[in-house]
Each structure stands twice: as C-alpha cells, then as structure tokens.
C-alpha cells in the first residue's frame, strides 16, 4: 500500500509544519488554561453584569437571551458570577498545588534518598496529618485566625503536602537504586546536587501527573472552606461556593450549578492535557529519533 | 523420511511503523522433526524470539505473518482462535525465558501446573493435582508433593525453571518450545536444567525448539542449528558442521568474538564484528550481513543472496562460502600481546593500590522488617519479640590488587560479588574490615574525607540503560564528572569530553546525544568514558559485559583491555561468566556466598589444583567447542543456601560433591597454597585435589579459521 502511505505523509505535513513538531496536548492545554486565565483576569470589564447585582424580579430564571446561563436564587446573573469565580478558583488551585509542591516534593526527595530515622520522621509526621479528614486539617489551621485568601491557600497546600511527599519518596526510592545515581554519588556528588540534577529531573512526570489532578482538587476543598465561611466571603464569587450554594436548587434550578461545574470540568482538563503534554515535551526518549 | 513436527516454510513478519515497514523476519525456514532439538541463535534483534511467538501465534494484532507454519501436517498461520488454544499447551509447549515472572505469584505452584489439565484434558482438580505433582517429580524437582503446596516465591530461580518445564510438559505435548529458558540462570543450575531437558527429549520422544544466543548452551543441547541474523536465515546445519566448521561469515564472526575457556589460561585475543545492526525498515540491499562482513565485495552489495543447503541439510546464505577463509584478527594484535606480556609480571616489591582485610558487609533485615516472633513469659504468657534476620552479603574478604593488574571476581548470583565491588568504593558502608586504598584505610573515613578515593577510583556498571541518566545529554554527563574530579579549564571542557569520547571509540558527535539513542553498546562506552573522566587509577567493571550480545561484548572486552595498558589502570572485574574473566584477568578470585574459596593467577585457577567449587564451575560453562559437550561434568546438587547468620565451616559443603561431611560442616576449612600467590581454602589435601585432570579442554584450534 506505498499509495496510501504516501497519501497520508502528504497530509501530514501541512499540519506538521503549522505546529512545528510542538506537542499537540501542550499546545491544546496551554491555550484553553491562556484563555482561562484571560477570562479570569479581564473578568470585571467582559462580564455583562456586576457579579454581586441582585435582582428580586429575575430569581431563578432559566437561560435566555438576556442571562445566558441563568440567574440563581437572589437574581445574580450565574454568566458572570462564573467569570468573576474563575479569579478565586484559579488562584486558589494553582496557589494552594505550588505550596504543597514547594514544601512536598523537597521533603519527599530527602525522606527518599536518605532513609533510615528521617525517613522515618517524615512518614511518620506525614501519617499523622493524612489520618486528619482534610476539612478538619484545614479548619484547625484557619479556625485560630481571621480568614483570608492567603491563609487559606496556605491551608488548602499544606492538607496536600503528605500525598505529594509519599509520592515523591516514593519515586526517589526507585532512582536512588539506579546506577546514574550511583556513579554519581561514585564521582563524589554532593547530596544536594543528586537530588537536584540527578534525581529530580527523572522524578518530574508522576509528580506533575498527580500535581495537574490536585489543581481541581485544591479548587473543590477551597469552595469547602468558603462554604463553612473560612474562605471566600460572600458575596464574593468562587465555583466551589457557587456550586454548594446552588446544591439546594438543584431540583428546580440546574443552570446554577451547571456553569461553574462546566468551568471546573474544562480547567480540569486543560491542566490534565498541558501536565501530559509537558510531561512528553520535557521527557528525550518521547523525541523524534536521529537528533 | 518422517514428515517433521514443526515445519516452516518462507516465514516472513513485518511490522507498520511510521518510517515504514520493518522486516523483524525474512524468508525464515526450518524443519524439526520428533526428538530432535533445533537451536535457534542470533543476537537480540535478530528476530528469534519472534519465530517462537509466531509458532505459538502469541504476536500481537499488528503483526503481519506470512509463508506457512505447518504442524503435523496443520496449518497454524490463520488458525482461529479456538483450534490455537486446543494447540497451545497440548501439543506445543512453551517455556519463556524468565522464571522469576513467568510463575503468577499469588497461585500455588500445584494449582498453576494443573491448570491445563483441567482446561484442556477436563480433569477433575484432584486427578489434575496428582498429575501435577507427578510431573513435578520427572522434572527433577525434590518433594513434590510439598512444592505443589509452596507458591513461586518459596522457590529459587533454578527449581522455577523447573516448575515452568513442568507446566509446559505435564499435557504430553509433541513439540517444546524454550525462549532462552537458562539465560537467567547460574551456569551450575544451567547444566542441571539442560540436562533435565535432554533426558526429556529422550524419555518422551520430544522435538525441541531451543531458542538462545549462546553458542555453548547451542552445542550441549542441539542436533541442528539455525542462525539467525537480523530476520533472516544466514546458515543452518548439524551442529558440528555449524560450530566447527561454520560457512557464514558471520557465524565465523561470533565464534571468532567469544572469549573461550582453555587449559593454558589466558585465551586468544578476541575478534569482534565491526558495525551496527542493520536498520530493519531500510534495510540494505543485497546480502544483510554486508556491511559489516570483512570478506565483503561489490557482487555482495547488488545481490540478493540465497540460502543454498546441500544433501545432509548443511547450508549458508552467502555466494562466497566455499573457499572463505577464517575471521581476521585483530590488526593491532603485536602490540598487545607485547603490553600483555609485560604486565602479567607485576613487581612484586611494589605495594599493592587496594587491599581488604577482613572485609564483611552484613544485611540486617531489622526489628520489625524480619517478622515477629511469639515467645513465652514465664512459660505461660505469650510475648511478641522481633526477630532480626542477618544476610553475610560479604563474609570476611581479603583480597589485594596491584597496580596495572586485572583481578577478576567470579561468582554465581547473589554471591555478594556486586555488594564487594561497591564496598571498596565506599557506595555501600562496611560492616567490619578494612579497605586500604593506597596504604589509606578508607573505610571508616566519613563520608566528606572520600574526595581522593573519589577521584581515583571508578566503576562501571552492567546494565546500559540504567548506568546513563535518560534526561542527560551524553555530553553533559561526562562533563559533571570532568569538572568536579579536575581542573581542566572550562573552554577547554567540550574539547576534553569529546576527546574522551574519541578514547572509548564513540564519535564526537555524540556529544549531544540522549542515552535513548545509542545501541547497548554505546552506552556501555559512554560508561567507561564517564568513568575515565576523573583520570581514576583503579576502575571496579560490574559485570560490564553481561548485558551485551557477543559480538558488542567483544568489542568492549578488548577496549577495556586496551585502556588498561594506555592509562595503566588497574580493574577489579566482576562478572558471573568465567570465560569472560578468564580473557582479561590477571588473576582471578573465586567467590561463593559471600567468601572467597580459591585465589590466583589466572592459569593456576583453570587448572588442577581446583578447589570443588571452581571445579564444578568450570565444568559447568557450556563451551563451544565440538566434542566440549561430551565432556566429563561435575554436576552440583541443589541451589545455593541462604547465607544466613551463623556459618561455622565451609559455605561450599552443602553443595560440594567431595564433602567430607562433620568436617566440612564445622570446621572452617585451611588454606593451601600449592604456588606462591595461589591460595585454595579447602579440607582436602592438596594431593587429593591435584589428582583430579583438568576439566578444560587443551586450547583448541581456532575453529573459525579452518
């Protein structure tokens, strides 16, 4: 079938050439979470109503022309009330998934490759905090002091931090036995540099993998938070205080819910989509062979 | 004439891939007829393994058969699924090559040998266990009735293997079918098991499929063999025709590339076949193996060449067999036999640059690791205590290198060989003893103090995929060893990399290579150049060879062999497979569960006086060399023992043929020393042990130039 293959390596080269050999998922992640953020940041001047105008005549009015996707229970148009969420809720997920990075994954690394007693300590400390219901974590940390946004990412990072260290070290365990690891500790490395240069680099696509899924995550448990009134003040917009909010009416009023929960759904994906896509970009064995 | 078992007939496998159609097999055609052993031998790549998967019709959906497999007159090309179920495991049996995940590890051994009894004969679960354990007793395997109980785990890898012939025989099959079923296994178990299916070729009138990459194993167990190379049949023959006197360039080739055991010590210098496997997808025109045949000519190039058999089945694909002459040799040879020469005499005077005494290195599975324990309080009350399980990876080792000298450190797996290789590199912390690197103890310095010993000593390990870190550039990896280990300026870095490079025979180009992209055997250069990198004195090689097909693994044999008399490095050479050892050692050190029972110059190990053990090793390596097979073999019992706690006496007495047993199990056993540097730790007299012959054969004469 020489005819077909030739056919097919015609077509494919226009489209390679219009993407220059770039990671179809990348590209496709990055440009959805683009626009998310653009929505979210140009939110105030694009939406058609204030977020927090009432209106006690449109109540609970199905989608239409003038409220495309309805209004909920104080006559607040849900459109841009979605626009506006998209502020906290991103934030709040990408905020709270970097701390739990920023301190997981160095601890993780350590507990990995050094083992023996501080090993030991960090699960044992890890357990300890999984063993908390996550509302509870997080409540314990923001009940002493007045709420705010800052605090709560805090909070929300931190009830991640054991999941994101038992991966780590878990990773780190099956590396630290690979013998790159041992030729360099065998040329005099120092612990610091294997764990950065060696180690890390290898250890980047599971963590970025799960780390792309507690985006949405950290999103849900914040909306929680602001739903026992720790977090988002209403009436402030967040989807995860949208979509509680909205779970009362769900019988009679469906499109209340349904915006934020379509917006969580598409953010969900675009992180998912852009984590694989660098995860192939960044890996040299998923590269065209002969560079 | 019969009509044969297995019958294939112009087989030919490709694969669609994006660059094109890949050949993985390419005309392949074969016969085997009931209760003979065809031996099929190729390299990885050559497309072996695929011609078993075909024969099982075990190839994926995007595998493209064609020509014929005809089995008992049937066609198995096509068959439907159902007919192929009835084949597989009642008529053809299969045996893969990887015992440890072969077995389901959460089955017992009994249920999983039954299973095709009840799925294919509709036995009843009882009558199928009764079988079962029936067959587990012709395979040899001691108590089987208690081992149907056991799951894989209990078993070692050897008594494994045995389970999965078993398994694959317990239907009376007509045909068996092994996929490199010794390959991970320790050559003593090795020459268990191969004699194991020999006698079942014979008891029960068996055609075998004996799929493999070693020639030695080829000529224990084959009646005709196959070559295979990159798809295609190059030669095929009775065995003795094959090996003795091969047609094919390029089974001259392997034979000429395999280090070979011999009674006068060090072997002749190894030839390896230059080149690179061909691409399979573009491959090149003419004959397959042009390209990297030294006999080759333009008429080789345009030609497609043809398998020609004559009456008695003999054959080779190549125009030119008939009046070829054996493989080259290496061109270089005079100068290295020259330097060899000279440094097989090491001054004595001078002091050593490594010397352990004492060394030990134990695992202590701890407290709660080793599992708890119900003791009695006052007899009455139950009490949980932990119990502490101790492994004697290294068990007391001395053992001295000199400058510019290769030892070689020979032992089956799990002898503790690797575990003493990083011991003296401070990558795994001793447990008592001393390493004295240089007249320096090094091993109780801590950690931050290790800078000189990490400067001048290196390692290279076995496997190339893990030894290079897939998200470095080539390049890169060398340059970090570079520029911590010395001051070469960093402009002139690159240069001095590539240089490196140019050293291990790479080109410099592949500097800004990823490991994905080099060949096996790339890798294990890059290896060595990254280990060249901090100008170390003393290289320990981990078994750098093992994971290579024969013909690469000459090329770096003879690389590291040639580094050595450039730089005058000295080697402690790790490795399961003697003759490799014996190719490049100066001396050679014999190890077993965790200690050392004979020490010497290379030629003093390979001869009489043996210790039992060396004996038994070196009877045990297949070698191929006609009339080797026939040759008198010590064979071992049983596996090797857990090393475990408390040893008092010879490690070696549980296994030993010549045991004299009180003695050997209590006493620790007294070294003789038959030459000076020669030492052998044994209970027998040096009289006994010098009575037995050698049980290497004389040097043969170079079969491939003939």
């Known amino acids: ?291 | 004439m019969t009509t044969p078992l297995l019958s294939v007939k112009d087989l030919t496998l490709t694969y669609q891939t994006g660059r094109g159609r890949l050949r993985a097999l390419n005309g392949v055609s074969f016969d085997v007829n009931a209760g003979e052993t065809l031996a099929v031998v190729g390299e990885s790549g050559s497309g072996k393994s695929s011609v078993a998967l075909a024969a099982m019709g075990l190839l994926g959906p995007e595998a493209h058969l064609d020509g014929s497999i005809r089995f008992e007159d049937g066609e198995l090309i096509g068959l439907d699924e159902a007919s192929r179920r009835a084949l597989r495991g009642r008529a053809i049996g299969m045996v893969f090559q990887d015992p440890f995940t072969s077995l389901n590890p959460s089955l017992r051994i009994g249920e999983q040998v039954a299973e095709p009894l009840v799925y294919h004969q509709g036995l009843s679960r009882a009558e199928a266990l009764e079988k079962a354990v029936a067959a587990l007793g012709e395979v040899g395997l001691p108590g089987p009735r208690e081992i149907a109980s056991a799951y894989p785990h209990q078993l070692s890898g050897g008594m494994q293997q045995r389970v999965l012939i078993a398994s694959a025989i317990v239907c009376n099959p007509r045909l068996l079918i092994l996929d490199e079923p010794t390959t991970a296994l320790d050559v003593t178990v090795e020459a268990q098991i191969l004699d194991l299916l020999d006698n079942l070729r014979r008891s029960r009138g068996l055609g075998m499929v004996f799929i493999t990459h070693n020639l030695g194993v080829v000529n224990r167990i084959a009646d005709r063999v196959c070559v295979l190379y990159a798809g295609r049949v190059v030669e095929v023959g009775e065995k003795d025709t094959v090996l003795g006197r091969p047609s094919h360039p390029y089974t001259k080739g392997l034979l000429a590339s395999l280090p070979r055991l011999a009674a006068d010590g060090r072997a002749r210098r190894i030839a390896p076949i230059p080149g690179r496997f061909p691409d399979l997808v573009n491959a090149p025109p003419g004959c397959i193996f042009a390209p990297r045949c030294p006999f080759a000519e333009s008429a080789c190039v345009e030609n497609e060449q043809v398998l020609a058999t004559d009456a008695a089945g003999n054959g080779a694909r190549c125009w030119k067999s008939a009046g070829l002459p054996g493989w080259p040799e290496e061109p270089a040879d005079d100068r290295n036999i020259i330097e060899v020469a000279a440094s097989r005499e090491p001054a004595e005077d001078d002091a050593p640059l490594l010397r352990t005494e004492d060394l030990s290195k134990r695992y202590r599975r701890g407290r709660i690791g080793g599992g708890i324990e119900w003791t009695r309080k006052l007899g009455v009350i139950p009490w949980p205590s932990t119990r502490a399980e101790t492994v004697n990876a290294v068990d007391g080792i001395s053992l001295e290198i000199r400058r510019g000298e290769v030892v070689g450190l020979v032992g089956e797996s799990g002898s503790g060989k690797s575990t003493f290789g990083r011991t003296i590199l401070r990558l795994v912390d001793p447990s008592s003893g001393h390493v004295m690197f240089d007249s320096r103890d090094v091993a109780s310095l801590p950690d931050g103090e290790l800078d000189d010993l990490r400067k001048r000593a290196q390692i290279v390990f076995q496997n190339p995929d893990s030894s290079l870190n897939p998200r470095r550039r080539i390049g890169k990896a060398i340059a970090r060893a570079v520029k911590l280990q010395t001051n070469v300026p960093p402009e002139r870095l690159r240069a001095h990399v590539e240089d490196l490079l140019d050293r291990v025979g790479l080109p410099r180009a592949y500097y800004d290579r990823y490991p994905h992209q080099l060949s096996g055997g790339e890798k294990q250069r890059v290896g060595i150049a990254r280990a060249l990198a901090t100008e170390p004195e003393f290289i320990v090689c981990d078994e750098p060879v093992s994971a290579l097909d024969v013909s690469v693994q000459a090329t770096v044999l003879n690389l590291l062999d040639g580094l050595k008399d450039e730089l005058n490095l000295s080697y402690l050479f790790i490795s399961h497979d003697l003759s490799v050892v014996a190719y490049i050692a100066d001396r050679i050190a014999v190890m077993y569960s965790g200690r050392l029972c004979e020490v010497g110059p290379a030629d003093a190990v390979l001869q009489p006086p043996y210790h039992p053990y060396t004996q038994a090793l070196l009877s045990a390596v297949p070698l191929p060399t006609p009339g080797a097979a026939r040759r008198e073999r010590i064979r071992l019992r049983g596996d090797r023992p857990p090393s475990g706690a408390q040893r008092s006496g010879c490690v070696f007495h549980t296994r030993c043929p010549r045991s004299l047993g009180e003695l050997c199990a209590n006493t620790a056993p007294p070294v003789h020393e038959p030459r000076p540097g020669h030492r052998i730790a044994c209970h027998l007299s040096l009289d006994e042990l010098a009575r037995d012959a050698s049980v290497l054969p004389e040097a043969a004469p170079v079969a491939a130039a003939e």
């Open chain 1, 1 to 291: 079938m020489p005819k077909a293959d030739a056919a097919n390596a015609e077509a494919a080269r226009p489209m390679r050439s219009l993407l220059a050999g770039a990671n179809p998922k990348l590209v496709v992640g990055a440009l959805v979470l683009a626009l998310l953020v653009a929505v979210a940041i140009a939110a105030p001047w694009i939406a058609p109503y204030r977020f927090d105008e009432m209106s006690i005549l449109s109540r609970l009015k199905p989608p239409s022309l003038a409220h495309w996707c309805g209004t909920d229970e104080f006559g607040r148009d849900v459109f841009s009330r979605t626009l506006m969420g998209a502020r906290l809720s991103l934030m709040m997920g990408f905020a709270a998934t970097a701390v739990s990075l920023l301190i997981g994954v160095p601890l993780g690394l350590w507990a990995g490759y050094r083992r023996g007693t501080v090993d030991e300590a960090i699960m044992r400390a890890t357990d300890v905090l999984l063993s908390f219901p996550p509302i509870m974590l997080g409540l314990l940390i923001l009940a002493v002091t007045p709420p705010s946004l800052w605090k709560m990412i805090i909070a929300v990072g931190i009830v991640y931090v054991p999941s994101t260290v038992r991966l780590t070290r878990s990773v780190t365990l099956d590396l630290a036995g690979e013998e790159f690891v041992q030729a360099a500790r065998a040329r005099g490395e120092r612990a610091a540099y294997i764990l950065h240069a060696e180690i890390l680099p290898n250890a980047w696509p599971p963590i970025m993998v799960e780390a792309s899924l507690r985006v949405t995550f950290a999103i849900l448990l914040g909306a929680a938070l602001s739903f026992i009134g720790l977090g988002a003040q209403p009436p402030s917009s967040d989807w995860g205080l949208m979509i509680s909010e909205a779970r009362p009416l769900i019988d009679r009023a469906p499109w209340v819910a349904l915006a934020p929960g379509i917006a969580m759904g598409i953010t969900v994906i675009a992180v998912n989509l852009l984590g694989d896509g660098l995860r192939e970009a960044l890996d040299p064995r998923m590269q065209r062979k002969g560079g």
